[in-house]
């Protein structure tokens, strides 16, 4: 019987599969078997998992159709016979040498999780992430290290079968957060043991997203629910762990800090930074929680986060939708040449990393069949006709003026950073052309197999 067993959540892409089996195939040990779990994969992507099933022992597959994939991991850890899984999305790889130095970690360590690098691929510019790479050279784990809090949501990691059955444990059914909901209770419920292993590398391929957003995890008020209860319970169980050991508790404990101020950082980059996706329920929702932690905090860490989310104005936030309207930044005026675009240059506008802007589009535009009819009729969106179209758009706009003719989707950075220079006004419209012909020529470049720093 193999040591480890490898749960594959299938992707609806035989391209993407093959290249995770592959990974598979290459290991520098046999001591592993492999479970795919397909969620309902179309015929070429099923004909790849029935071919490597066929083809390699220890290779099989169980259909569930249409699950999320926490619910096909915990269906995969119900058939695993190894002494420790690992799961692995479609179209995600590990390296050859990944399986054997897991292995020999474990045996080394007898710990219950383990933690490779990471290394984020795709679509976008590659990179490790560098919280997992401190977790991967260090040889026990501390539940309160500060890079382990920045990574609670990241894959790749190794479990110990018998924690799932001591403790029956399984991944909560969610479309986000998951990773992270399953290894607070992991860590801080049950106490597990974690330790690094440098020399396994597992690669995320990011590439599979529509809108900007993973499948189902478009910044909603249901998705912000999840997260805000994962962090409050990290925080309740890590607030009980220091009164334990401690014999008090006040609030300003530097464990305590840096899971308020990881988790301040996480609904911003995960939702207020999506403002437009939510909802005025959603974020009278999330201006509530800021207030209650930043009530936890200390004078000092807020005035880091402020320093650090200045582009964001904290805390003089936006309450409504209606609110960022009103009072936008930036007023977009567009007056596109070519509407074939049309759908990818508003929506890289809404997810803008700073997305207070207004946008002004022509009557023409409005009505062309290629407009995002998500975005049609959005509180920050004015049409006006055709003639005259700039004279009426800089008469009622609200915020600095910029004009747009070329209908090329925007980095997502552009906005935040021009919210933070220091240039004048008259200066702010060649700004942005220029750094969006800048991430223009790195993204060409990127594509044509070269990258540019």
Same mark, same amino acid.
């Given at each position: 019987?193999?040591?480890?067993?490898?749960?594959?959540?299938?992707?609806?892409?035989?391209?993407?599969?093959?290249?995770?089996?592959?990974?598979?195939?290459? =290991?520098?040990?046999?001591?592993?078997?492999?479970?795919?779990?397909?969620?309902?994969?179309?015929?070429?992507?099923?004909?790849?998992?029935?071919?490597?099933?066929?083809?390699?022992?220890?290779?099989?597959?169980?259909?569930?159709?249409?699950?999320?994939?926490?619910?096909?991991?915990?269906? $995969?850890?119900?058939?695993?016979?190894?002494?420790?899984?690992?799961?692995?999305?479609?179209?995600?790889?590990?390296?050859?040498?990944?399986?054997?130095?897991?292995?020999?970690?474990?045996?080394?360590?007898?710990?219950?999780?383990?933690?490779?690098?990471?290394?984020?691929?795709?679509e976008h510019e590659p990179y490790y992430d560098s919280w997992m790479d401190m977790l991967a050279t260090v040889p026990e784990i501390d539940r309160?290290?500060?890079?382990?809090?920045? #990574?609670?949501?990241?894959?790749?990691?190794?479990?110990?079968?018998?924690?799932?059955?001591?403790?029956?444990?399984?991944?909560?059914?969610?479309?986000? !957060?998951?990773?992270?909901?399953?290894?607070? &209770?992991?860590?801080?419920?049950?106490?597990?043991?974690?330790?690094?292993?440098?020399?396994?590398?597992?690669?995320?391929?990011?590439?599979?997203?529509?809108?900007?957003?993973?499948?189902?995890?478009?910044?909603?008020?249901?998705?912000?629910?999840?997260?805000?209860?994962?962090?409050?319970?990290? /925080?309740?169980?890590?607030? %009980?762990?220091?009164?334990?050991?401690?014999?008090?508790?006040?609030?300003?404990?530097? #464990?305590?800090?840096?899971?308020?101020?990881?988790?301040?950082?996480?609904?911003?980059?995960?939702? /207020?930074?999506?403002?437009?996706?939510?909802?005025?329920?959603?974020?009278?929702?999330?201006? $509530?929680?800021?207030?209650?932690?930043?009530?936890?905090?200390?004078?000092?860490?807020?005035?880091?986060?402020?320093?650090?989310?200045?582009?964001?104005?904290?805390?003089?936030?936006?309450?409504?939708?209606?609110?960022?309207?009103?009072?936008?930044?930036?007023?977009?005026?567009?007056?596109? %040449?070519?509407?074939?675009?049309?759908?990818?240059?508003?929506?890289?506008?809404?997810? =803008?990393?700073?997305?207070? !802007?207004?946008?002004?589009?022509?009557?023409?535009?409005?009505?062309?069949?290629?407009?995002?009819?998500?975005?049609? $009729?959005?509180?920050?969106?004015?049409?006006?006709?055709?003639?005259? !179209?700039y004279a009426k758009a800089r008469a009622e706009a609200g915020g600095l003026t910029i004009n747009v003719k070329d209908p090329t989707p925007l980095?997502?950075?552009?906005? %935040?950073?021009?919210?933070?220079?220091?240039?004048?006004?008259?200066?702010?419209?060649?700004? !942005?052309?220029?750094?969006? &012909? =800048?991430?223009?020529?790195?993204?060409?470049?990127?594509?044509k197999g070269l990258a540019i720093q």
């Amino acid at each position: 019987m193999a040591t480890l067993t490898v749960i594959v959540t299938s992707v609806n892409d035989a391209e993407k599969l093959k290249y995770t089996f592959e990974g598979l195939v290459e =290991q520098t040990t046999e001591d592993f078997d492999v479970i795919v779990v397909n969620t309902g994969c179309d015929a070429p992507a099923k004909e790849v998992i029935d071919r490597y099933c066929g083809e390699y022992v220890g290779f099989e597959a169980i259909d569930i159709p249409h699950c999320l994939v926490p619910e096909a991991r915990n269906a $995969g850890v119900k058939q695993a016979k190894g002494e420790l899984v690992y799961f692995i999305d479609g179209g995600d790889y590990i390296s050859p040498e990944t399986v054997e130095n897991i292995l020999k970690t474990a045996g080394e360590t007898k710990c219950d999780i383990i933690t490779p690098r990471y290394y984020v691929a795709g679509e976008h510019e590659p990179y490790y992430d560098s919280w997992m790479d401190m977790l991967a050279t260090v040889p026990e784990i501390d539940r309160f290290d500060r890079a382990l809090l920045n #990574t609670l949501d990241a894959d790749g990691r190794v479990y110990k079968k018998k924690f799932f059955d001591l403790y029956n444990l399984q991944f909560p059914a969610t479309p986000l !957060f998951y990773n992270a909901a399953f290894l607070v &209770k992991c860590l801080f419920g049950c106490d597990a043991s974690m330790t690094g292993v440098a020399g396994a590398i597992y690669a995320k391929r990011n590439g599979i997203y529509k809108d900007g957003f993973p499948e189902r995890g478009e910044p909603s008020e249901d998705n912000m629910d999840v997260l805000i209860s994962v962090y409050e319970e990290a /925080y309740s169980n890590i607030k %009980s762990i220091i009164e334990e050991e401690t014999g008090g508790f006040d609030g300003d404990e530097y #464990t305590a800090q840096e899971i308020l101020t990881v988790y301040f950082t996480e609904l911003t980059d995960r939702f /207020y930074r999506y403002f437009w996706y939510l909802s005025d329920e959603a974020l009278e929702k999330l201006r $509530g929680k800021y207030e209650a932690i930043s009530a936890l905090l200390t004078a000092e860490r807020r005035e880091k986060l402020n320093k650090n989310f200045s582009d964001l104005r904290f805390p003089q936030m936006y309450i409504t939708r209606k609110d960022a309207a009103d009072l936008p930044l930036f007023s977009i005026l567009a007056d596109l %040449s070519d509407n074939t675009q049309l759908d990818e240059f508003i929506n890289s506008l809404y997810n =803008q990393k700073f997305p207070f !802007f207004e946008l002004f589009v022509k009557e023409s535009a409005a009505n062309d069949p290629s407009f995002p009819e998500k975005w049609r $009729g959005c509180e920050n969106i004015t049409v006006l006709p055709d003639s005259g !179209f700039y004279a009426k758009a800089r008469a009622e706009a609200g915020g600095l003026t910029i004009n747009v003719k070329d209908p090329t989707p925007l980095d997502p950075r552009i906005l %935040s950073e021009l919210s933070v220079t220091k240039a004048p006004r008259s200066f702010i419209q060649y700004m !942005f052309a220029s750094k969006r &012909k =800048q991430y223009s020529a790195k993204t060409y470049l990127k594509n044509k197999g070269l990258a540019i720093q």
